[in-house]
Antibody, heavy 117, light 108 residues
Framework: QVQLVESGGGLVKPGGSLRLSCAASGFTFSDYYMAWIRQAPGKGLEWVAYISSSNNFIYYADSVKGRFTVSRDNAENSVYLQMTSLRAEDTAVYFC??????????WGQGTLVTVSS | SFVLTQPPSVSVAPGQTARITCGGNNIETKSVYWYQQKPGQAPVLVVYDDSDRPSGIRERFSGSVSGNTATLTISRVEAGDEADYYCQVWDSSSDHYVFGTGTGVTVL
């Protein structure tokens, strides 16, 4: 069955960097778009970034553009989110999701990122 | 950017019908998706392409769209349906995914 397992979350100081990873299994990873979505504590869902199956299309939410970079390694069945210049408002659970062009059909359990001094 | 508005909360008695709305300008021109999120868990897709259900989602969950409003209907509500529900669309003008503000469903 489809499994998505995020890792790499933790506590980081404002202005710092963090790299999240998402390991996928149970499907042909290279056939699918992948995305990152976040949820601040007690808040709603916010799409962060997505990357197409062969890296042709990469898009970011305005709130993270220029600070976050999404990438993937189809040989390793993994997608990554490099986060730099982190701010307190980036504090959230970050979910990895398998995506189509228009929606997300499977989600991982998430990894918590806390930005605090 | 495209905005989707949902009521913060909906309360419903067991066995009754819950209707969760999602408002957006000309939303009927887009495909609408719905997710269920229980506390401490990841969201789960419950409706795609306005009204289709993924495998494993019960027929009690249905979706519809008309004009500026999409609706998720949960029939014969059970205690296990208590969760937050989010609508979502793909905004092709910005190549962005957009989520609604979310609705918390309480089963009385």
């Amino acid at each position: 069955q489809v499994q998505l397992v995020e890792s790499g979350g933790g506590l980081v100081k404002p202005g710092g960097s963090l790299r999240l990873s998402c390991a996928a299994s149970g499907f042909t990873f290279s056939d699918y778009y992948m995305a990152w979505i976040r949820q601040a504590p007690g808040k709603g869902l916010e799409w962060v970034a997505y990357i197409s199956s062969s890296n042709n299309f990469i898009y970011y939410a305005d709130s993270v553009k220029g600070r976050f970079t999404v990438s993937r390694d189809n040989a390793e069945n993994s997608v990554y989110l490099q986060m730099t210049s982190l701010r307190a408002e980036d504090t959230a659970v970050y979910f990895c999701a398998r995506a189509t062009v228009t929606y997300f059909d499977f989600w991982g359990q998430g990894t918590l990122v806390t930005v605090s001094s | 950017s495209f905005v989707l508005t949902q009521p913060p909360s909906v309360s419903v008695a067991p066995g009754q019908t819950a209707r969760i709305t999602c408002g957006g300008n000309n939303i009927e021109t887009k495909s609408v998706y719905w997710y269920q999120q229980k506390p401490g868990q990841a969201p789960v897709l419950v409706v795609y392409d306005d009204s289709d259900r993924p495998s494993g989602i019960r027929e009690r969950f249905s979706g519809s769209v008309s004009g500026n409003t999409a609706t998720l209907t949960i029939s014969r509500v059970e205690a296990g349906d208590e969760a937050d529900y989010y609508c979502q669309v793909w905004d092709s003008s910005s190549d962005h995914y957009v989520f609604g503000t979310g609705t918390g469903v309480t089963v009385l």
